[in-house]
Nanobody, 123 residues
Framework: VQLQAFGGGLMQAGGSLRLSCAASGGNFGSYAMGWFRQAPGKEREFVASINWASTITYYADSVEGRFTISRDNAKNTVYLQMDSLEPEDTAVYYC?????????????????WGQGTLVTVSS
């Protein structure tokens, strides 16, 4: 399974960005998908996850109510809509695939990772 994330960029605080992650190979429709991020000098942290059927989502407390994860199984793509961006959201964002269907907050439970896309939020 190959994952390619894109959509990052520079945004002012309060703005919005939508990240996309396109998957190829494997059986995307049966996988849970997640987004993680890593800020400079910090450990990678969980952002959001979605199960295979889009019926269960999890969010980090820091993004709850501002970010929305979604997926389109017909397009083998998962999205992260980021609204009300804050400078603290600045990080490289990674998408990941968990071959189990229900989703997880734990990065070591994901089997495949994309290359990351940089999001920079200025104050």
């Amino acid at each position: 399974v190959q994952l390619q994330a894109f959509g990052g960029g520079l945004m002012q605080a309060g703005g919005s960005l939508r990240l996309s992650c396109a998957a190829s190979g494997g059986n995307f429709g049966s996988y849970a998908m997640g987004w993680f991020r890593q800020a400079p000098g910090k450990e990678r942290e969980f952002v959001a996850s979605i199960n295979w059927a889009s019926t269960i989502t999890y969010y980090a407390d820091s993004v709850e109510g501002r970010f929305t994860i979604s997926r389109d199984n017909a397009k083998n793509t998962v999205y992260l809509q980021m609204d009300s961006l804050e400078p603290e959201d600045t990080a490289v964002y990674y998408c990941a695939a968990d071959t189990r269907p229900w989703g997880s907050r734990k990065y070591d439970e994901y089997d495949y990772w994309g290359q990351g896309t940089l999001v920079t939020v200025s104050s």
